[in-house]
């Protein structure tokens, strides 16, 4: 269907209401709370999930129950409350980075303030370049860019404006969820991670280890992304933690581990006891020893091996980008936005072709370089240096918003190759740095901060071209969705921030321990943001362990010719097999689902709006903001105390013992993958 053919939902005749302040106030709550989850779910597994449809459900539920909202009004609820999951998703893939750079010289930049302001940059840049795209990218190319979110949160307005009733099954998961997080997280009937190993002396299979961190939000992503995406990732897992850590295991002395660690920071000297592993200098040896060898040599391997996998995804995409600028720069684009400007000032434009002026774009563009020109928060030894990171940051911006527009325009925002799009920023700004004389740790954090800005403006365009392809499809006006996800940029920046440092804050066991942020720990591992600081200083400062690195590179670059996504092998890994494993068991139950919808016959479940994704969904959205809120009141000591003195893992462990205890744990998960397996099979 072409532009001129395409009719929307409500025409462009009529004019419901639409940019309200309920709705513009609504869609920023669901942009605090989707953002909160966002960070957490992303700290902990480096994944996240459009936020885009569960938000259009909660809006259909609330708007007819309580607000009598049209369909447009919801539009720009989700459209607002979008803007969290993308800002929380390019924050924390790259931020949390500033702790892991060279000798701790990023750490004064990762505070409330600077989080905020390069959340709020990086997202107007975003948002303000897809402005002059949406007539090449949404308008003239829909039949040819399908937007499979943004086309699937239309059907859901459009339906539920018919009358759908989708937000019932989303909320069960979503109660489901809370419940089982309040038995896993506040009175621990439930284990955390059950594992099995083998011991270091064991003969033939020496530090094997299998653990799931049973959470119900990864058990819902798992079903989200499928089983194809799901073993992929464990794949990664498996080859580590099945593979690779049993053969350096045999090889590899216990000395020598812990030299390593040593070298990476994570024991003072091989005289004291501790570090990750547990090390036992008067035996030389390791009370985990595969956390050790995960700490001192996989996670070196996985970050070589998500570096090669992100440049080859963007290989991949070379074609894409080479189509975007020709359309980007064509003559008619330019022609076709003078036009409606022309006659947006004439008020002769269609309602649902009005597109905020291109001259916005121009002045915002210039005063976005005057702000990281003059604030305090970017760094820089100079104004030269700062004016540089500016341009770069508009440069690297216009380039990578056209392309992961393009990107997930194809194959959608869950699957779009934002963490390869920032791996490249990184390294131009590295080259171009070099290339001024600009070398040594002391850039290290400017380096950071573009492609912080970057990874925030790719994924905040991802979520702004669904939203626009949602609203093009239902009859939206195109600037007012353009205004509200500026809203929501900014009042999600606002707590996506503070809901980093509040989770970064140690708990009293992690203070114990010597560990002064949780940001960083296996508690919250922040798999891209240690990445994006190993790539940095291995640029800069050439401290990167380039041998390990190689060999998670062709290990990448071996499973890419096999026609496996190296990314997600790659980023499989990199976690750990406790992330990656319930991801799978998620995946499992939706393969299952699958085939029992083929064997009867029936139609397969819509991958968005089926009632096992929407159930999924509040699962994602029930156990990560259970998480969110866990980890909040654990910053004060005595509510943590409080919830310490609540736990029943001690009266289990004794009655059940240690392994009947983590039993209980997994097959409590099962039941919980049954039940999601239950609703899925079950058809409306």
Known sequence: MTSSEHKPFIPATESPAEFTLKAIITGAVFGVL?????????????????ASIPIAVLAISLGRRFLNTTILENNIIQTTGSAGESIASGVVFTMPGFLFLTDGIGADFFNYWTILTLSILGGLVGTLMMIPLRRSLIVQEHGTLPYPEGTACASVLIAGERGGNFAK????????????AF?????????????????????????????????????GVGYIIGFRISAVLVGGGILAWLGLIPLLASVVPGDTIALQLQKLGYLTNLQTAGGPGGWNP????????AAAIYRAYIRQIGAGAVTAGGFMTLLKTIPTIVSSFKQSFSRSSVVAMETEEQLSTSQRTARTEQDLSVRIVLIGSVVLIALMIVLPQIPGDSLLTKALIALLVIVFGFFFVTVASRIVGLIGSSSSPVSGMTIATIMGTALVFIGFGLTGRVYEPAVLVVGSMICVAAANAGATSQDLKTGYLVGATPKYQQMA???????????????VKILDTPTPDLLAQGITHAIGSDKFPAPQGTLMATLIKGLLSFNLDWQFVLVGAFIAFVFELCGVSALAFAVGLYLPLSTTLPIFAGGLVKAIVDWNAKRKGAVEEDADLGRGSLFATGLVAGGALAGVAVALLSVNESIYNTLTSLTLERALASAL????????????????????????????
Do not use: C
């Open 183 to 219: 038995l896993q997280k506040v009175l621990h009937v439930i284990a955390e991670v059950p594992v099995w190993a083998t011991k270091q002396t064991n003969r033939y299979f020496p530090s094997a280890q299998v653990a799931g961190e049973i959470t119900p939000e990864y058990l």
């Open 485 to 499: 996800l500026f809203i929501g940029v900014i009042v999600s920046s606002l707590v996506v921030g503070a809901t």
């Open 282 to 289: 008067q035996t030389h040896t390791f009370a985990d020893t």
């Open 657 to 684: 013992g240690e392994g009947g205890y983590m039993m209980l744990g997994a097959l409590a998960f099962v039941g919980l993958a049954v039940l999601l397996a239950k609703v899925g099979v079950t058809r409306a």
């Open 34 to 50: 989707f953002g909160a989850a966002t960070v957490y779910l992303s700290l902990k597994a480096g994944l996240s999930v459009s």
């Open 169 to 180: 099954t989303a909320y069960q998961g979503l109660g489901m969820a809370l419940l089982y």
